[in-house]
Each structure stands twice: as C-alpha cells, then as structure tokens.
C-alpha cells in the first residue's frame, strides 16, 4: 500500500509540476522581478515543500537521521537534474551573475550546514544555534538577490524585458492572456496539490523505509530525497521547454538553500535537541558530497566557457552524485 501511495503522489506532484512553472513565469513577468529570484524564492519554496513536509515528519518520530538526509540528500539530487540538463541541453545554459549569486547562497547555506554537524552547538529553547545562524543566512541571501536582480533590470530600463533579459519575453509567449491575479491563483492551487501530495509521500516513504529494512539515513538520502525532488525535476523540464534558463537555475539552487532552511522547522518538530545535532556525523560525507557538486554547478553558470567544457562539468556532476550515493549507501548498511 505505501508503494501505491508513494507512485500516487509521485504522479499528482508531476502534474501540477508544468502549471506551477508557468504561473511562476507570468508572475516574473508581471512583476518586473527577475527570473533567478522569483525561481530562487517563489518556485524554490512550492517544490521544496515535500522537503520541508517529509523532514519534519522525520524529525517528529524522532529520526534525525531521516529529517536531515532527505534534507542534504534533496540537495544532492537537484544538482544531479541540473548535471542531466547540462548534459542534454549545453546550449540552453548561459552565464548568469545572478545564478552565480544563487549558487554561491546554496553552497554558503550547505557549508554552515556541514559544520554544524560536526561541532557542538548552544541550543536556544527547542531551537539549536546553528538553525538559527542558517535562517539569518537565508533571510540575507534572499535580500540581496532581490537587489541584484532590481538594480539589473533597473540598469536595463526599458529594454530589460527585450534586450537585456530575453528569456522573460520569451516565456511569457502564451500567457498574454493570463492576469497576475489568474497567476498567482494558479500558484496557490499547484502548491496545495504538492503540499497535500508531500505528506502523504512523507508517511509512506517511512513505511517502506520499515518495509526493506535500511536505516533512516539511507532511505532520506535516497528514496525520500528522489521522491521529494520530483517537483525540481517537473519544474526544471517546464523552464527548458519555455526557455526560462533563470528559472531553472534560480529553482536548483534556490531549492537547495530552502532544504537547508526547513532544518529550522525540524528544530521545532524535534523533542530531543536540535536535529543537526542529534544526527550520525556519517550525515556529514551526504553534505559534502552536496557541497562539491554544487561548486560544480557554480562552475558552469559562473563564466563563458565552451560547450565541452560545459560537458564535463555536467558528467562530473552526474558521477560525482553517483559516489556519493555509494558512499552514503555503504555508511548505512554498516551503520543499519
């Protein structure tokens, strides 16, 4: 029953997945906002709600391991959609300050992350130090995204929207018709579909965690971190289709510094401490492993460079979550 659960919500969240990026684009359009803020805000929260609902419940049942894998795991998998996207579509792909900038928030998140794992922190009530430190990260990051990405378009002025910025215009062929209004309607319907579908996967991910017998840490890496990394995958193909290059960059890595942030809500659903804290330092490898392929990433977004270059980076990728997950593997059947 948990398998049918699982593929029942896996499906619901791939259909909302297109609608949500395209309610997301009108909004980008509408507003004047970039798209590598809105995809690192906007988007990055609604898909990263089956992370925050499955480490939550995680952390609830008293399972850090399980909270804080899904967490660094979701992490490692977005980058392996990104790497997959290099590889199928180079030339989709383009410089973007902006994506860098996002991309440098995600490692800087993932980094206090790792070494609030393997020191002591304060706690501070129910909440542990190092959670709160990341909310002040996140909350900052966020700011001067936006007023990069204002003073950009500003700059731009009225050729933000042609010239300047053409995958706006580009993606907002077909939605002419669509109000903010409709959008942001459309927005809120799509993301109750995922958070709605994100609990049920929560529970029955648990359940097939009991049913093969592995330990928390590894079915949270693995099984939970891929299932609750589905709306990245959706929403990643709707932006290539729509040649929205920022919102898909902007969703990658936006996504891998709101995993971080939901740490934050585990504190509060954890009765034993603070979760980072409570968890197997094996956690750790999950993190850095996280870490490097988002250097990776940073690496293609960050500079001009040719498209075999771009190439490599992206197998890089692709390989380097492959030995982390053989790694985090090998840890929990030895640790399970």
């Known amino acids: 029953m948990d ?29 004047g906002a970039g798209h590598v803020w ?3 805000i906007v988007l990055a929260g609604a898909t990263s709600l089956p992370e925050l609902v499955a480490t939550v419940a995680g952390a609830a049942i008293d399972e850090p391991d399980l909270a804080v894998g899904t967490v660094l795991g979701s992490n490692m998998f977005n980058m392996v959609i990104f790497g997959a996207v290099v590889l199928l579509a180079t030339r ?36 542990g130090l190092g959670s709160l430190v990341l909310v002040g990260i996140y909350g900052a990051a966020s700011y001067l995204l936006f007023r990069f990405e ?29 109000t903010l209004r409709r959008a942001l309607l459309w927005l809120l319907a799509t993301t109750a579909v995922v958070l709605v579908a994100s609990i049920f996967i929560a529970g029955a991910a648990d359940g097939i ?55 934050f809500a585990a504190d509060l659903s954890f009765d034993e401490g603070a979760v980072l804290q409570a968890a197997s330092a094996d956690q750790a490898v999950t993190a850095a492993f996280g870490i490097g392929l988002m250097l990776l990433g940073l690496a293609v977004v960050g500079r001009q460079r040719s498209e075999r270059m771009i190439r490599g980076l992206g197998a890089l990728i692709v390989a ?4 982390g997950i ?11």
Do not use: H
């Open 3 to 31: 398998f049918l659960i699982f593929a029942v919500c896996a499906g619901a969240i791939a259909i909302a997945g297109p609608k949500m990026v395209e309610a997301v684009a009108v909004v980008s359009e509408r507003t």
């Open 38 to 40: 809105v995809g690192s």
């Open 92 to 127: 989709a792909l383009r410089p973007d300050p902006a994506g860098a900038a996002a991309g440098l928030a995600a490692i800087a998140m993932a980094s206090g992350a790792l070494v609030f794992l393997l020191i002591d922190m304060p706690a501070a009530g129910r909440l």
């Open 150 to 178: 204002r003073e950009r378009s500003g700059a731009a002025a009225t050729e933000a929207r042609t010239a300047a910025q053409p995958e706006a215009g580009t993606a907002a062929k077909g939605n002419g018709s669509m």
């Open 209 to 263: 965690a009991e049913t093969i017998g592995v330990s928390g840490g590894v079915i949270g890496v693995v099984a939970v971190a891929c299932a609750t990394s589905l709306p990245e995958i959706v929403t990643s193909i709707a932006a290539l289709r729509r040649k929205a290059p920022g919102l898909l960059v902007g969703n990658v890595f936006g996504s891998n510094v709101f995993n971080i942030v939901v740490i």
């Open 320 to 323: 380097g979550y492959l030995a």
């Open 326 to 336: 053989i790694a985090v593997v090998s840890l929990g059947v030895v640790s399970g």
